[in-house]
């Protein structure tokens, strides 16, 4: 009963609270998605392949700066080998998309360093699906944190331009950990994956005064962690610098 009753204080809180906050900035909020394309990551070599349970929170959608955005929150569980066993978490956090300015056909995906993916696709029993080539790039320090795989070896540095991967890990360091963030370029839109045990858009305790000015600005903190990325990444930016 107490689970039941703080499930709709909390689904009240975030009707009052956080839809007006994302209306603020232009954008609409859903506590329930519906239909949530997360096969698109999937496809592109980003989340699991091998899950039993989805489950998606938190849809929130728009525009900000000319960039269309579409974000939830979203979690992957596989079913323990035994009766006894306890599901899984293979993913949890947040599935990005953003359309991307520059114009490119191919797929390309940038990953966390091998080694680190390597030790996560044994735990997660992860199968990435990544059609092309790795591509080297001239960055060292990039070479280190990231794996990059692409369908065009040309458009994918006409894609990563040093500037955007001096700015992508500069996003990294924005979500604390650069192990966090993997992105591919699909269909036109920037695929971004940000894993994190954080539940994100809650408004706060539904058993704290709804007055707390800090609800409010924990709020506006997340969703401009959100749209933040579009400025980090610099999406608007339609030339190849």
């Known amino acids: 009963v107490q689970f039941r009753v703080r499930k709709r204080l909390t689904s009240s809180l975030k009707s009052a609270l956080v839809a007006p906050v994302c209306h603020y900035y232009g954008l609409e909020y859903s506590p329930k998605p519906q239909g949530v394309p997360f096969q698109r990551f999937i496809n592109a070599g980003l989340l699991p392949a091998s899950y039993d349970r989805a489950h998606a929170e938190d849809h929130i959608s728009g525009d900000y700066a000319g960039v269309g955005i579409d974000l939830c929150e979203l979690e992957l569980e596989v079913k323990g080998d035994k009766e006894d066993d306890k599901d899984q978490t293979v993913f949890q956090g947040l599935i990005l998309t953003y359309e991307f300015a520059k114009p490119f056909k191919g797929q390309t995906r940038v990953l966390p360093n091998r080694s680190w993916m390597l030790n996560w696709a044994v735990r997660s029993q992860f199968r990435p699906q990544q059609p092309g080539q790795r591509v080297y790039l001239e960055d060292p320090d990039f070479e280190d944190r990231f794996d990059v795989y692409s369908t065009d070896q040309i458009e994918a540095r006409y894609l990563l331009t040093p500037r955007f991967m001096e700015r992508l890990t500069n996003l990294t360091r924005h979500f604390g950990d650069e192990y966090n963030v993997s992105l591919a370029f699909s269909q036109h839109d920037l695929l971004i994956c940000v894993r994190t045990d954080q539940d994100r858009f809650e408004g706060g305790s539904p058993f704290r005064d709804m ?31």
């Open 211 to 241: 007055a707390d000015r800090q609800r409010v600005e924990s709020l506006v903190a997340e969703l401009r962690d959100v749209l933040a990325i579009v400025d980090i990444l610099d999406l608007t930016n339609r030339t190849a610098a």
